[in-house]
């Protein structure tokens, strides 16, 4: 074999190596499935079920982003279609699918955590009430302040508070309560037109209705469906 012939073999040979180490590189980096990633892009659009709703985002590269149910709401006042975002979240089994955990405009800075909704916390706020708010039977159960603060009480103990509830009157409200990006709201436990001025909501009536309003395990269980008589013997 010729010094040249040598020469050209070991350049083919390294040439060799440099591309399996490279892809075995690549693969090494590659996230397997399950694995915490990061995924820069663009929006192309939402993601929507059947239904309408918003259950994901689509990027300009073909990349989707899954969200949960809860995080919907939040995602549509943070990112729009046309935005930069930066996704936090885990690859999927499909390899253009990323569950994410977090979404964050990068203009703006804000970011959509999609973690498990947290349980209400104990809030208070203070304001006067600009409007009152009923459920789909036309029962008063709660208020709007001034502050943009929503208060939801039992709708029996609403009625039996309305003189207190009237617009224009001033309010201080206790209780669990939900603050984020689409406003605030409180189920009461006190209320009253000052600190110094409170009552108590019946603690069975409200332990029985904030499921309604929270959601959650502490949702009273169903009444188990009457059993049928034995059918009399002939």
Do not use: C
Request: glycine share 10%; hydrophobic share 40%; no cysteine.
């Amino acid at each position: 074999m010729t010094r040249s012939a040598v020469r050209l073999t070991y350049a083919l040979l390294g040439a060799s190596i440099a591309a399996l180490a490279s892809a075995g590189l690549a693969m090494a980096q590659e996230p397997e499935p399950g694995d915490a990633t990061q995924v820069k892009g663009k929006i192309a659009q939402y993601s929507l079920t059947p239904r309408g709703a918003v259950d994901g985002l689509i990027l300009v590269d073909g990349t989707e982003v899954r969200l949960p149910p809860h995080a919907s709401n939040q995602i549509v006042f943070a990112v729009r279609p046309g935005d930069a975002v930066t996704i936090e979240g885990r690859k999927a089994t499909a390899n253009p699918v990323v569950t994410a955990i977090s979404v964050t405009n990068d203009a703006t800075g804000a970011m959509v955590v999609t973690g498990p909704p947290g349980p209400p916390k104990q809030l208070d706020d203070e304001s006067r009430i600009k409007l009152q708010l009923h459920d789909r039977e036309g029962h008063l159960n709660g208020v709007l302040l001034e502050d943009g603060a929503i208060v939801r009480l039992p709708p029996p103990e609403a009625e039996e508070n309305a003189a207190s509830l009237a617009v224009g009157q001033p309010l201080y409200v206790s209780g669990d309560g939900l603050s984020g990006p689409l406003g605030k709201v409180i189920a009461a436990r006190e209320i009253g037109p000052a600190r110094t001025k409170l009552i108590k909501v019946d603690q069975s009536r409200f332990e029985h209705w904030k499921h309604e309003i929270f959601g959650g395990d502490d949702a009273p269980t169903p009444a188990a469906a009457p059993v049928a008589p034995d059918a009399p013997k002939t």
